[in-house]
């Protein structure tokens, strides 16, 4: 069934393509079918249209879901387990209250981006919602400020790293589907980053939060008002141990760019700890101790934080293997390579065909996960054919247009409406909006950076 119609080759795979594409989007948006087993059978019928032997299809998708998942699923369960311990221990807590403090009531917005932007760095952005919704409503409720001008800025710095910064999960899929440089790409990350949260954050917050009056759900308020007696973490050693892993991490990069042939044992140990299984590994174990048994918590209590921790984050394992299985069967049954050449002859800028990809899925399936691993399987042959191209540029363009327009197919836009208390409009007119500019400014300082780099 490889060629309809006398069309080229690479013409007939497009179209089979766009059908499988479209079948997933239409299952998961509008039969709201399991994303996980709808992304399999997407993955399986593309296959068998593009003409792939049966058999060879499946092992695709077994080839593709385990290769994904090889260190995505150890860097989602570690990161979510650090989350936790942040949480538990009242960590979360202390960094905002410290910043509240700093800062001043009167600039407290700007504090709560960074907080997101701190707190985004090891967990999944549902997660850090969870975590991060306490403090909004502490915060708001001691400064008298609208809700949203505090909630919008924490959202910006939630979502910028989901989309930009390694080493959290998304970035990585791109990372490690582009070869690109871990290092270079959190430094990148950092400088686009960082100027688009506080557009769409801060400046954008103080905008909407004066025409969006919001009061907190009273039974939520309620509930997390009743914060228990225990005290604190001290900052200085909450805030190591978050960014513990980044730390490590940006060692093992430098080490690397020091002596890229690894000469001395030096370098070898320091790109052993900074690779990023081991670097968060350092960092969960490290929370048992800072966050944990010095905060009193018995080794049972820790153990149970743990393990509860990991039961919501099997579902996002599961669609980011489902992706990973769809991205492999596009590279192997010659549809990668066809939009490889496609892109290639009709000279397209790298970094707008890879934002612009990861933004078509996003709106259409409302994952940004799905969006950023479908995107890559799509973007690296295009990319393998562009010597030229900075990597690490791409990799941020995927991630920006990963994030693009959260609508009502998003579960991160159902979150926000009901922790936020507000209508469907006002969520449109906020959450949206706040997302949309996170993309297009970040794109914009992408392809700025891109003329420099």
Not at 211 to 238: C, N, W
Not at 306 to 333: D, M, Y
Not at 352 to 373: D, K, P
Not at 430 to 441: A, D, I, K, R, Y
Request: charged share 10%; net charge neutral.
């Amino acid at each position: 069934m490889s060629s309809i119609f006398g069309l080229s080759h690479n013409v007939t795979l497009l179209i089979w393509t766009l059908i499988a594409i479209v079948f997933l989007v239409v299952f998961i948006a509008k039969y709201k079918w399991n994303p996980f087993v709808t992304l399999l059978l997407s993955a399986l019928m593309l296959g068998l249209l593009a003409g792939m032997k049966p058999l060879d299809v499946v092992s695709s998708i077994t080839g593709g879901l385990g290769g994904t998942l090889g260190t995505i699923a150890i860097v989602i369960a570690l990161g979510t387990m650090l989350g936790k311990m942040m949480a538990e221990s009242g960590g979360a807590e202390q960094i905002a209250s410290t910043l509240v403090d700093k800062f001043g009531e009167k600039r407290v917005h700007w504090a709560m981006m960074i907080v997101g932007f701190i707190v985004g760095i090891p967990v999944f952005f549902e997660v850090g919602l969870i975590l991060l919704i306490p403090i909004v409503f502490t915060v708001a409720r001691k400064t008298k400020m609208p809700l949203l001008q505090i909630g919008i800025p924490i959202l910006a710095g939630l979502s910028t790293v989901h989309g930009l910064v390694p080493p959290h999960p998304a970035p990585m899929i791109a990372i490690d589907a582009y070869q690109a440089d871990l290092g270079k790409t959190i430094l990148y990350s950092l400088l686009i980053g960082l100027p688009t949260a506080i557009i769409a954050g801060p400046l954008f917050g103080k905008f909407i939060g004066k025409r969006i009056q919001v009061e907190p759900p009273a039974k939520l308020a309620e509930q997390f008002a009743l914060q228990s007696d225990r005290k604190l973490p001290g900052f200085g050693i909450t805030l190591f141990t978050i960014l513990l892993p980044v730390i490590l991490m940006l060692v093992g990069s430098v080490a690397d760019i020091a002596d890229p042939e690894a000469t001395s044992s030096i370098t070898v140990f320091c790109e052993f700890i900074g690779h990023e299984i081991i670097a968060l590994l350092i960092a969960v174990v490290f929370s048992f101790f800072s966050l944990g048994f010095a905060r009193g918590f018995t080794k049972e209590e820790v153990s149970r934080f743990t393990s509860e921790c990991l039961a919501p984050t099997a579902t996002i394992i599961l669609i980011i293997g489902g992706g990973g299985a769809f991205k492999q069967v596009l590279i192997n049954s010659g549809v990668g390579g066809a939009i490889a050449e496609i892109a290639t002859q009709a000279n397209v800028n790298i970094i707008l065909f890879a934002w612009f990809v990861a933004a078509l899925i996003r709106v259409a399936t409302g994952s940004a996960t799905v969006a950023m691993t479908t995107a890559a399987g799509i973007v690296a042959p295009v990319l393998a054919l562009n010597p030229g191209a900075n990597v690490e540029l791409v990799v941020l363009a995927t991630g920006a247009g990963s994030i693009v327009l959260s609508h009502v197919n998003d579960a991160g836009f159902w979150m926000v409406k009901e922790f936020f208390n507000m209508s469907v409009p006002q969520t449109l007119k906020s959450w949206t909006v706040m997302e949309t500019l996170l993309s297009v400014v970040g794109l914009v300082f992408i392809l700025l950076l891109s003329t420099v780099v």
